[in-house]
């Protein structure tokens, strides 16, 4: 039975990362360490956390590192052949990580595995964050199986098979630590969303692949850090996509993509406007200053392609990125279930 190590990274709120830990103490798998990283939270969660769980290992950041920084440091301090990376507001079914384990213990080639991931306020539903597996289109526009933009499908066990996918959630997926070190972890630059589609993304192009196992299940809160409605978080989640189509992909396909992108954003960020929010318009144009962060793209750029295996055709060829845009399949087409974009 291999080694579990659980990381979780939180910034404040005690009361979620409580119910969290309260469920996994549940689960039926054992050989696991729970490795919480406090990303020097304002509030009193460290002591609470330290007051009431003594079976955990708990260390705290000297400022806040984002998620994909507290994961990073979070591995640094794991000892499990397998790393659970987590949520802080999730709660799990009792067999969920037996499944994940399974899963990776099958096939050497899987790089890292999901549960399906449901809404912990509307549990009949999908969670925007995941749902059964993830897909990018080739504007780097990121959906799911059961969630296209904020249309969330019903859990109808319409995607209960094991597939193959493009990327994992950071909600909650398992992976080999050996990987993920040799990956060298989470682009910490990124800070918060998307790392995890990084990291797949550089896995795939290794010629390793993702999967999601939705016999595996967990309920997700959401937004519970930082909120759907923030303009932090419509920065990050813009500038991050762009970061990796500029340079996770080949450099013709850059070519091909960057102008159509750079449209799209700046119609997004109209509509932002007429929606009366300010904040997010000004940060589409934050995030379209990425394209000038020359050295950080070129040293990306560096690395993955002395990691690449496979070209960006392989990936399109085989249904892992999505060759059609899902702005227009799905405003325009109006296809907003998963099931219908593959007809």
């Not at 910034?11 to 996994?24: E, P």
């Not at 039926?28 to 009431?52: Q, T």
């Not at 709660?91 to 999901?114: E, P, W």
């Not at 290794?206 to 016999?215: F, L, Q, W």
Request: hydrophobic share 40%.
């Amino acid at each position: 039975m291999n080694k579990v190590s659980i990381i979780i990274p939180h910034y404040n709120n005690y009361s979620i990362i409580n119910q969290c830990l309260k469920s996994l103490l549940k689960i039926n798998y054992k050989n696991i360490e729970i490795i919480i990283i406090d990303n020097n939270s304002s509030d009193d969660s460290f002591l609470k956390i330290k007051n009431n769980y003594n079976n955990i290992i708990l260390k705290k950041s000297h400022k806040n590192l984002g998620y994909a920084g507290g994961c990073n440091l979070g591995a640094s301090f794991a000892s499990g052949d397998y790393l659970l990376f987590l949520n802080n507001d999730t709660v799990h079914s009792k067999n969920f990580l037996n499944h994940l384990v399974a899963t990776l213990d099958k096939d050497k080639n899987i790089a890292s595995v999901q549960p399906k991931i449901k809404n912990l306020n509307r549990k009949d539903f999908f969670d925007y964050a995941g749902a059964s597996g993830g897909y990018i289109d080739y504007l780097v526009f990121p959906f799911c199986r059961g969630r296209i933009f904020d249309t969330l499908e019903k859990d109808t066990s319409q995607y209960d098979e094991n597939s193959n996918v493009f990327w994992t959630s950071g909600t909650a997926f398992l992976t080999r630590k050996s990987l993920f070190m040799k990956m060298n972890g989470f682009d910490q630059k990124l800070f918060a969303h998307m790392e995890e589609i990084d990291y797949c993304w550089k896995c795939n192009l290794s010629n390793y692949v993702c999967v999601v196992n939705p016999g595996a299940v967990i309920y997700h809160e959401g937004a519970k850090t930082l909120s759907y409605n923030s303009p932090m978080k419509t920065y990050l989640n813009h500038r991050n996509s762009l970061i990796l189509l500029l340079t996770n992909y080949q450099f013709l396909t850059v070519i091909k993509v960057l102008p159509l992108r750079i449209i799209l954003e700046i119609i997004s960020s109209f509509r932002e406007l007429l929606n009366f929010r300010f904040l997010h318009f000004i940060a589409h144009y934050l995030s379209l200053a990425s394209i000038f962060n020359f050295f950080y793209l070129l040293k990306r750029r560096r690395y993955i392609n002395n990691i690449r295996v496979v070209g960006d055709e392989y990936l399109f060829k085989n249904n892992l990125i999505f060759s059609k845009s899902i702005i227009f399949e799905y405003f325009l087409k109006r296809k907003i279930f998963f099931k219908d974009l593959f007809d």
